[in-house]
């Protein structure tokens, strides 16, 4: 006679050994989850805050409709508020980091304010050689990606005063660019970021009352 081990019943120890493996199974898995979640929350916080450019050896000449000035005692250039007037300049980063960054768009100065400077053409090329810097390098419209080690440089023309929020009312000088603001792009995620720059773009009305004799012109 044959035994049929199959219908024979699990011991008590068997019995309750399935539970057991079951709950470390999913106790796993939960960790799994957890590491994976606080992983990505870690690396998106880190691509927010992940800003590796610095100021680069060139930087364009500011020019404008109305009168332009050098304050070498501000570290500053200053031009004379014409509402609506175009104004222009350029400037350079390289990226000190580990990591490419991409540069998406730049915004209003003066947080878009009546007498802010309005970008309308944005313009760059980058690379690792001094080609970045010569007159004759064709240069492209944003996005603009700078990868680890390399330079960048840029120029923007636009306007100072937007007409249609009205008429700007100020006096004085407003210092207005000692940083470029930016949306940039790193990895999968985009975030606004303050682009430097080694020197700053001023404007106002009576320019030149406020300039130092001797050490401006």
Known sequence: MSLN???????????????KLMTARRRRLWLVVVTLLLAGAAASLFVLRYQPLEPGPWGGDVRADSEVWTSQAAQAVLVEFEHGATMSYGFSLRNDGLLAITITELHPGEDGSTCGFFPTSVRGVSGTGSAVYKAATTLQPLPLTVAPGAHARIEVEGRLGDPALGTCHFDGVRMALSSIPATVR???????????IDYTIG????VEDYLTPGHDR
């Open 5 to 19: 081990l199959e219908n024979l019943p699990a011991s008590p120890a068997t019995r309750g050994r399935a539970p």
């Open 186 to 196: 790193v990895a999968w995620m985009s975030h606004h970021a303050e682009l430097p």
């Open 203 to 206: 404007w106002g009305r009576n």
